[in-house]
Structures are given as structure tokens and as C-alpha cells.
């Protein structure tokens, strides 16, 4: 097998860009090529692989025997590596940083600071591979601000779905605990009590940008004062969150540890649960019912544990995490098991963004999940659960062209999707192997020795 372990060419990487087919105002057009595709639904791996894309959506996808690449066309040689869609990460935080889960940060500093974050975030989201993000909540409408600017192209970045400041209650994972009752704190998601306040909440949120709405149902790891168990919504709360915020064709994600919580955010419609730590049957028997994806956040325990001190992270945070960790792995893997749709989500800013990669490895490893599935989570299911799947997720003919490549075969070893070498968004290369091949059809190298589909 050939090795390519070369540093990487980010962004603007103009020996890879594709000129035009055939005239100056006609869409440019690149075909990549590689030694094995895997296209995201979940079906086995294609070898000897191309991809076509012209402009910013796939043109054709399949064996190299049976896809023709069109005249003209730059080609992107990969020899030993794998493609697949760009990945999805449903749980972000794009405009945080790791610490104490927003506490003192809230009281330091001010949106303009997240707003540098983001900045700085989307692209190393973007190189790590994420090329399409839902950040789940930011405590301000920087996000709506970030969001524009990377489609505007002023900045890099995934695409990216926000729900602006999230919903909690007075005292709850939302709220910032443990001050003087003499200061009025700003709380890190907007503070609303009751279906009236969560009414005009949720209908402000969708004014100023919020793409979905995310509730904070249950208690948190890293907020002082409650445990993760507690319930923070009642039903009825809820409820009317989901209820209002489908008037405006927004669908909402649930942040929740806590079994009944979970039981009670699935009851109310919502789209997904984030985290899902302390399920149980009845939340598994809720979520099968109503269709409602769990989102795992998973290594995000394990660096909190590891490394969330040396970070910033208070001991009641760690002491949560520590203690909290085996029960959540057990009863994922049980929901998993007895059929729950699972979508790819990590909690980027708890930990360092770039990570996100990481939670494949525990899914394969302590969760029991086939890689080709954690890879689903991460592609076609995850589009799924945006709303996205006719735009992205899968490797198919008219979809926007996101793509991916990691040397090696990621089913030999998930944690290969930890060193993305090669990233398109849109037709765009944002970054790949300063050793890869390029040139016309005719400059093509051998297939590498793969003769066959896996």
C-alpha cells in the first residue's frame, strides 16, 4: 500500500483548483479519485474510486471503470486513501472555549470575544473535517453573525445551523449559580419560566436568526447547583417549546441527562436528545416511538475527567463527569442496541475544537457500534436530523460536493477519522496532502493494488 505522510496545504490551495471546462463562465469541474469510497449510507466501500464534481455539487460518483471523467477536468489523485462525505457534528458550541462551562467567562467577557472564537473555531472545525456543524447553543446571536460570514465566503467554516441563545430556567444548567442574589447575571441561555416567557422566547430566538431552538430540559455536568438527573421543564413546558417554534418550521434539540427528562423531551416532540446519559427503558421506549435521535456527547466525559482541571473546570464538574461517565456508556449502549436513531454529536468546547473526531473511537470501542455505522451517524444520519439530507451527508450525484479523505481504511481503524487529510466544502478544496497527485486523466497513477470492493 502506498504512504503518503506529507504536511498539509491549508485553504486557498490553488494547485488544486479546478480551472474551468470549458469556458471562462462555465462551472469548473474535478474529479478525485481514490482507493476506496465509502458513501455514507452504510452500504459496503467502492474501490478504486472517483468522484466528479462540477461547481459546487457532485456530477457522478462510483468505480473508476464505470464514471468518465469529463475533458478538461483537473484530477485530485489519492492513491492509498478513503473518501467520504464531509462529516457532520450535531452538537457544537462554535463560539466557546474549554474552562468552566461559561460561569466566569460570562462574567469576563462580552460577545465580541465570542465572536473572535467563532472565527477561530469554524476553521479548525472545517480542516478536522466537520464541514457542516449545529451549534447548540451560544448564549448570544454571535452565531447568527458567524453563520452569515461563512456563507458570505468572508470567513471559513462549516455550514452552520444555530439556535442563538438556548432556553433554561432560573437556577438551572442554564443559569449562572452560586453568586450574590445582589447581581443581576445574564445566565448563559436565555432565562424563561413558564409557557408564556418560553412562548415569546422562543419566538424572539426565531426573529434574530435561530435555526432550531434548543431547551435545556434537565440538569448539567458543568453548572453549580443542580445534578444532571434533576428535571429543569416540566411537559407541559415543553411542549409548548416544540409547539411554537414548529409554527416557524424550527424544529427543537433537548438538552438532557436526566431519565425523566428524556421521557418527557421525546413525549413533546422533540428532535433530538442531547447527551442522553442517564436513559433508561422507558426513555428508550419514548425516543423509538416518536422517532427522536439521541446525540451522544461522549469523549467530552473523558476530557473533562482527563484534562478539564488543568483547564479551568471546577471540582464539582469533574467530581459530576467522573461519576457519571460508566452509567452513561452502558445505558448509550443499550439504547443503541434496542434500535434508537443515533446521530453524530461531541459538545466541541468543552473540549478543544478539532477534537471532534474523537467520539468514533469510543462508539466503535465502548459502545460496540460497526465502524461503518458510527460513520453513518456521522453522515447520512446526522443530515437526517438537520433537515439536510437532500443537500449533504451522502456521496451522490447532484449534492453539494463535501468531501473527505483519510489515509488508510477507517473500518481497519476508526481513529483514522481523527487525521482528515483532504477536505472539499462545496467544491472547494480547503485542504490536502501536499503529496497528493494531480494532473489530467492521462497523468493518472496505478489504483494502488486495491482490486475490489471490501
Known amino acids: 500500500m502506498r504512504s503518503i505522510v506529507s504536511p498539509v496545504i491549508p485553504l486557498a490551495l490553488s494547485l488544486l483548483a479546478a480551472p474551468p471546462a470549458a469556458g471562462q463562465n462555465e462551472a469548473p469541474i474535478t474529479a478525485i479519485r481514490a482507493s476506496r469510497l465509502i458513501d455514507g449510507t452504510g452500504i459496503a466501500p467502492v474501490a478504486d474510486a472517483v468522484v466528479v464534481v462540477r461547481g459546487e455539487r457532485i456530477e457522478a460518483v462510483g468505480p473508476a471503470a464505470s464514471v468518465t ?9 489519492l492513491p492509498g486513501y478513503t473518501l467520504l462525505p464531509g462529516l457532520v457534528d450535531c452538537h457544537v458550541h462554535i463560539t466557546g472555549m474549554p474552562g468552566d462551562g461559561g460561569d466566569t467567562a460570562e462574567l469576563k467577557e462580552t460577545d465580541a470575544h465570542k465572536a473572535i472564537y467563532g472565527v477561530v473555531n469554524a476553521r ?14 451560544a448564549g448570544s446571536y454571535a ?8 456563507d458570505k465566503g468572508l470567513v471559513p467554516g462549516p455550514r452552520l445551523l444555530v439556535a442563538t441563545r438556548g432556553l433554561g430556567i432560573t437556577g ?10 445582589e447581581l443581576d447575571l445574564p445566565g448563559t441561555t436565555e432565562i424563561a419560566d413558564g409557557v408564556e416567557e418560553l412562548r415569546k422566547a422562543v419566538r424572539r430566538q426565531v426573529k434574530f436568526g435561530a435555526d432550531f431552538i434548543k431547551v435545556v430540559a434537565s440538569g448539567g455536568v458543568l453548572s453549580s447547583g443542580d445534578a444532571p438527573s434533576a428535571v429543569q421543564y416540566t411537559f407541559e413546558e415543553l411542549k409548548t417549546v416544540v409547539d411554537e417554534a414548529a409554527h416557524s418550521g424550527r424544529k427543537v434539540a433537548a438538552h438532557a441527562h436526566g431519565a425523566a427528562s428524556i421521557v418527557d423531551a421525546a413525549r413533546a416532540g422533540v428532535a433530538s436528545i442531547e447527551h442522553g446519559s442517564l436513559v433508561d427503558d422507558a426513555g428508550v421506549r419514548a425516543m423509538k416511538e416518536h422517532g427522536t435521535y439521541m446525540v451522544p456527547t461522549l469523549y467530552t466525559l473523558d476530557f473533562i475527567v ?30 443503541w442496541q434496542a434500535g434508537v436513531k443515533f446521530a453524530y454529536g461531541t459538545d466541541a468546547a468543552v473540549f478543544p475544537h478539532g477534537r471532534n473526531g474523537r467520539d468514533f473511537d469510543i462508539l466503535v470501542r465502548q459502545l460496540g457500534v460497526p465502524p461503518l455505522e458510527a460513520i453513518r451517524m456521522a453522515t447520512a444520519s446526522a443530515a437526517d436530523l438537520l433537515g439536510l439530507a437532500d443537500r449533504v451527508g451522502t456521496l451522490k450525484a447532484n449534492l453539494l460536493a463535501d468531501l473527505v479523505a483519510v489515509e488508510g481504511d477507517p473500518l481497519d481503524d476508526i481513529r483514522r477519522l481523527e487525521r482528515v487529510a483532504f477536505v ?10 501536499a503529496a497528493a497527485v494531480t494532473g489530467t486523466p492521462t497523468s493518472r497513477p496505478a489504483p494502488d493494488g486495491l482490486a475490489g470492493a471490501r
Open 69 to 77: 471523467i469529463p475533458a478538461g477536468a483537473r484530477v485530485i489523485d
Open 124 to 137: 479548525t472545525t472545517l480542516e478536522a473535517g466537520f464541514t457542516t456543524v449545529r451549534d447548540v447553543g
Open 143 to 150: 452565531t447568527v453573525a458567524l453563520r452569515e460570514q461563512i
Open 172 to 181: 438551572g444548567h442554564g443559569d449562572i449559580n452560586g453568586w450574590s442574589p
Open 306 to 335: 482527563d484534562e478539564g482541571a488543568a483547564h479551568g473546570v471546577p471540582e464539582y464538574g469533574v467530581a459530576k463527569a467522573r461519576a457519571m461517565r460508566r452509567a452513561q456508556r452502558e445505558n448509550l449502549r443499550r439504547a
Open 424 to 433: 472539499m466544502k462545496g467544491g472547494q478544496v480547503v485542504k490536502a496532502p
